[in-house]
C-alpha cells in the first residue's frame, strides 16, 4: 500500500500518518489489508522528525499546485502505483476571506489537480476529501432559528465563506470522479477539532481549543462568546479514528456519494469551562477571559451549533462521549505543555 | 445597458435576446430601467440574420473560453462596460457524460473564466447563471421514494452527472462571487422545456418535446416512457419570462445566493399525450409511438418530477397553466412547422 497525505506536515497529517505507521496495514474496499510499504507527505513545510526518521516515510515539499503538474519524471506528488490518497491540504478559512484568489488557487485548483493526478493513475485509488463543517452556515440576513439549528448528512449546505465553497465544491468534484469511476471518493466533514495543541493560530474557531489549551498552561485563554453557545466538536484523538475509517470503508458500507458528516460533541462553551474546572480546578478555569467579541461572536454564530452524523455512525464512529475526557487526553498526550493543575 | 447572452445563438439564447430587444430597457436592482444600448451574443454558431440585422446586437462567434481569456484589446466577451450577463452556454447533458473533459472545461472552466471576467470589471455586474433541473437526480442505488419524489428550493441536489455536477457548482461559485460583491449573482434552475420547435436533438429529455412537435407535423413521434412518469417542465415562453424577471430582481426580492427552482407545471407523459389529442385530435395523438426504451426510463426515473418553486412565485413567476396552452403557444408561435391538425 501506497498512502499520499496532502498537508502531510500538518497538525493532522502528521497525526494520520502517525497512527497509519502504527497500524502498518490498510485495507481498501472491504479487501484484506495490505502492508503499507510507503506514506507520501506533502506539504509546503518539512515533516516532523520522527516520520522523517521512519524508512516508509517520503516526504514531498513544495507548493501543492506545482508538484501536481504532470513532469518528464511524472507527477511529482500523486506518483505511479498510488494506492489511497489523504487530500487534508488547504488554505484556511481567514486566509481565503483576506485573499480570494489564494482559496481559488489552493482549495479549489489545488483539488482538481489532485483529482485530474488521481483519475490519470488509471487505478481508481482511494481519495479521502477532508471537507469541513464550515460548508454550513447560517447567512447573516438570516433571521436566527427559533429553536437549535440542526444539520444531518442531507442538509442543503449554504456555505458563508470562500473556504465553506470551496470545500463544497470538492465534495461535489469527488463525487462525481467516483461516479465515473476515476476515483474511489470518501468526502468527510471534519468537527471543530479540540483541544489542538501548540500555539493560537488566528482563526475565528481559534478559542474553542485556545480557551482549554492556555488555562492548562497557565495562562490566561480568551473565550469571546456566551457560555450558552452550543459547539460541534471532536477532538484529536476522535478526527484521526474517523479518517482512518472513512479512508477502509468499502463502496457498500459508504454508501451515497455525497459528504458524511465526521460526529460531534455538542456541547456548550459554558460546559466546556465546567469540565475544565472539575478536570483541573477552579484555578485553573478562572483563567478563562470571557471579554466578549462582537466580530468572532458573528461568525461563530453562522455556524451549526448541532450536527447530527447518522452515516458515520453507520459505520460504526462515535462522538466524543464528553468534555472531560476530552480534556484528560489533551493533558496525557501533551505533558510538556500543561502547568499548575490542582485537580487532574 | 449593455447585456451579453452566452450560449446567445442557441434556441433560449436568441429567444432572450429577441425578447430583450423588444422590450427595449432592464432595470438592474430595482432601479428605473434603462435602455438596452447593446447586446452581445456569444456563441459558437453565428446567431440568426435577424437578430444580427438590428444594429444594436454585437455577435462574439467562438469558443467561449477562447474568448474569456484577457488580451491585449480588452475580453472580448465580457468587455468593458459589461452591466449584465446571461450565462446560458454549456455542453449538454450527454455530451459530458461521453466526453468527461469537454464538460469540465466547456461547464465547469468556462463558468470560472466568465466569472473572473466579470469580476475583473469591478463594477458588480448582473450575472444569470441558467442551472438546471439536472442538479437533482436520485442515485441508481438507491430505493426509489414510496411516494412522489417532490424538491424544492432547500432540497439538498445530488447530481447523477457530470453536467449537473458542474451546474451546481456553477451555482457554489455564483454565490459566493455575490457574498464577496464581484457580481450580482441570480442561479436559477431551467425546467424541462417542451415544446422545443426544430428537430431531435439526442438528449435523452427530447422526447418531451418530441412527442408533441413530430406528430404535430405529421411524423411518428416516439414516447420511451410509461404514460404515468411525471415531468416538471416549462414552455419556452414561460422559460424567457422567468429569466427576464430573474435579472431584473433587486437584491431584496432575490433575498438568499442560494439557486431558485423556476417554476414547473407538473404533470404526466399521458396527460401530455390526452392534451395534444385534445388540442390536435386523435389522429395526431394517435402518432405517439408507445415502444419503451430502458435506458430512457432509467434515466428520466433519476430526475424528480414534482418540483416545488416557492421563491420564484415569491418573484411573481407562474407555470404554464396546463400543457393544452402550451401546445396552443407552440402551434401559433412554429405555423410552418404544424400539419394535418384536425381538432385546433
Known sequence: MRIVITGGAGFLGAR????LLSQG???VNG???GTIEQITLVDQFKPPADLLADARVRACVGELNGLLIPGPNGTQAIAKGTDVVYHLAAAVSAECEADFDLGMRSNLAATQALLAACRALGTTPVVVFASSLAVFGLPAEAPYPSGPWIVTDDTLPT?????????FIG???????????YIRGRAARLMTVSVRPGKPNGAASGFFSGMVREPLAGLKGACPVAPETEVALSSPNRTIEGLLRVGQSSDAEWGPRTA???PALVTTVGEMAAALQRVAGKAVADLIDWTPDANIRRIVRSWPGRVESPRARGLGLQADPDFDTVIRDYIRDNPTAIKGITGA
Chains 1, 2 share one sequence.
Open 31 to 33: 479487501q484484506p489489508p
Open 25 to 27: 496495514q490498510f485495507s
Open 159 to 167: 456555505p458563508q465563506t470562500s473556504y465553506g465553497i470551496q470545500k
Open 171 to 181: 465534495e461535489q468534484l469527488t463525487a462525481d470522479y467516483t461516479r465515473k469511476g
Open 16 to 19: 494520520l500518518a502517525r497512527a
Open 260 to 262: 458524511i458528516n465526521l
